[in-house]
Nanobody, 128 residues
Framework: QLQLVESGGGLVQTGGSLRLSCKVSQFVMDYYAIGWFRQAPGKEREAVSCIRGRDGSTNYASSVKGRFTVSRDTAKNIIYLQMNDLKPEDTAVYYC?????????????????????WGQGTQVTVSS
């Protein structure tokens, strides 16, 4: 069972920024893709971004492209999601999950069902 632990959520005003963290093991960092997903009340979980373990290449949902940036610190085994210019529609519980490394860049749309081992989630609330 892979273990992923998210942190960094909170309440922010429209236009503000937050940085989420996903702590993983060294093995997960090196061999898996890590995806960031979010789920708003009454909606399905949707992909936000992902980063490949193999080479650090990234992929983004169109709704966050240009505002969110996924990165990693390989020394600390942490994947970050920097969220800028936040909007009320970004309000959701954010999760990180692990998937096969190739799935992050194999598809134009990040496949939700290819990821699992979800963390506990962290709430992000953007007030208008």
């Amino acid at each position: 069972q892979l273990q992923l632990v998210e942190s960094g959520g909170g309440l922010v005003q429209t236009g503000g920024s937050l940085r989420l963290s996903c702590k993983v093991s060294q093995f997960v960092m090196d061999y898996y893709a890590i995806g960031w997903f979010r789920q708003a009340p009454g909606k399905e979980r949707e992909a936000v971004s992902c980063i490949r373990g193999r080479d650090g290449s990234t992929n983004y949902a169109s709704s966050v492209k240009g505002r969110f940036t996924v990165s990693r610190d390989t020394a600390k085994n942490i994947i970050y999601l920097q969220m800028n210019d936040l909007k009320p529609e970004d309000t959701a519980v954010y999760y990180c999950g692990a998937g096969a490394d190739y799935v992050c860049s194999a598809y134009e749309t990040i496949p939700r069902d290819a990821f699992g081992s979800w963390g506990q989630g962290t709430q992000v609330t953007v007030s208008s």
